[in-house]
Structures are given as C-alpha cells and as structure tokens.
C-alpha cells in the first residue's frame, strides 16, 4: 500500500506529515522505500509516497550491508511500478558506518547540489527507509564527510515526522533503556521507540528491552525474567507485575539486577512517577 507524506514549509523550518505510515523499527508488513512522488500525479501539496519490497531483498545478518541495500534500492535499483529515486542521478554511496544507533551516510557527487525542499525530500526519504531497520533510531547524512553548510540540520529522527493518521502508529516516545556493561553496572541507551495502537508506553519499554541493547558493549537482559513481566498504569503509577516461577530460574543477583534495569528504564518515561513491583499479582516493597 502506498502511503503519503506531506510537507509544510512554516518560517524557516519543514515538518513532514506523514499520513498513515510511520518509522517503523520493528521489521513487518514489508520494508518501505520512500521517494519523491510527481507533482503531476499527486496534487494539493503530497511530496512524498512510498513503495514496499519484501524483507527478503536484503542481506540477512550483517546491519551495515542491510543499510547499503536499502540505499542501493533507493538509489536506482528498485524496480517497484512508479518509483523514483529521491536521490538524484551521479550520486555515489561513499560510507555507511552504524554509531550507538545512528547510521551515518556519506555521499558524494550530485547529493551536495541539492538545497531547499528537494535536499529536505530527499534527507528525509533516506532516514525514513532506513530507520526501520532494527537498530537504526537517527540518520545523519554528510556529502565528501563534510556538513552542508545551507542545511540546518545534518542528524534526522524518527520524531522528526509528524503523523497525521492513527491507523499504523500513535506516536514515538523517548526513553533510557538500561543494560548492564561487562563489569556488571548499569549504562542508559538513549532510545526513540514507536507506539502502537493499543499498547501503552511502559509496554513499548518491556518490549525494547527485550530486543536487547543496541551498543554491543552492553548485555542483553534475562529473557525468561522478562516473558513472565507485565504492566500497568494507574494515574502516572506503572505497576510491574513479576511471576515468580520465571524469576526463580534466574541466579538472585541476576533477577535484583534484571529489575533495577525494568524499573529505572520505565521511570525513564515522562509521564511515570513511579514504579510499583507486585509479585504473583501481589504487591511487594522489594523483591526477596
């Protein structure tokens, strides 16, 4: 299905509307290739429209190689009826390098003879099709690895765009997920994650952390400790529910540790101004 992007020009800056479609880090329904849509067939101000590929055209494993392709794709060699490459023709994909969840793009060539709305359509055509792939949260695009110096920004978010419809995505929120590092302590990942319909931010949260760090520094949670957690808010009260029998296959430093990680994350959230434990559905001031 294609989905639409409208852009708003308001001063100086430009918000994208994107209608029906959102950053998507969770890898379903096909990957979206987005391109700069024909003023000849998309009146009234639409800028921005969409084809989807199946998954399977892209290298399995590897996330840089998985950028490369989806930037191969954008750049010419998607052959979806009607698509045409937001990036103009004599362009050469010098780097891809992924850094903490950013994917840092250098190009080359026509890239740095854009400006106005057409570099605006196409930086956000790019960090649009890449941000779904899982671990990638910001885009940053440089031309000869140098800054354009009319572009007021070189670093692009999934909260960037603003959405306009409610079918696929509510909004995106900013969290600090917590993980612990090789000696054991606790380290933050600043994360933008997508809420869906119907979930609840503290969902969003579990749900990321058991998806693992993106820093490959960082450890992975306990995944049984996790899968026996839910969650539920009461007036700015996020009440974490543990089964026990998950816990009790955990060793203790590792459960106590595994908890401080859900807590501090799910305090992280605006809108949370306490973390409540209940064990088995009954509440508990700290786990024993």
Known sequence: ???????????????????????????????????AASLDTHRGGDAIDSVTIDWDE????????????????LMGMCQE?????????????????????????????????????????????????????EGIYAVRITVNEQDLAYRDNDLFLAGDVLLTSMDDVVRTLT??????????DLEAEERLLTQYEGQSAADVVLSALGDGPSDDDLQPLAEK????MTVRMDNGVCQLNVASASMEELEDDTARQLLLCVTQSLQSLEGISSVQLYIDGTYAETYE
């Open 1 to 35: 299905m294609k989905r639409k992007l409208i852009v708003l020009t308001a001063l100086a800056l430009v918000l994208l509307a994107l209608a029906g479609c959102g950053v998507v880090q969770k890898e379903q329904e096909g990957l979206r290739l987005y391109y």
């Open 58 to 73: 892209l290298p399995q494993g590897d996330q840089v190689a998985r950028a490369e392709s989806v930037l191969a794709l």
């Open 81 to 133: 009826k009607g698509f045409q490459s937001p990036i103009p023709a004599g362009t050469t994909l010098r780097s891809v390098t992924i850094i903490g969840g950013t994917a840092c793009v250098d190009f080359s060539g026509s890239y740095g003879q854009l400006s106005g709305m057409a570099l605006t359509i196409a930086d956000y055509c790019v960090a649009l099709s890449l941000t779904q792939l």
């Open 175 to 184: 969290a600090r997920l917590y993980f612990p590092n090789s000696d054991g």
């Open 225 to 228: 400790g996790l899968s026996g």
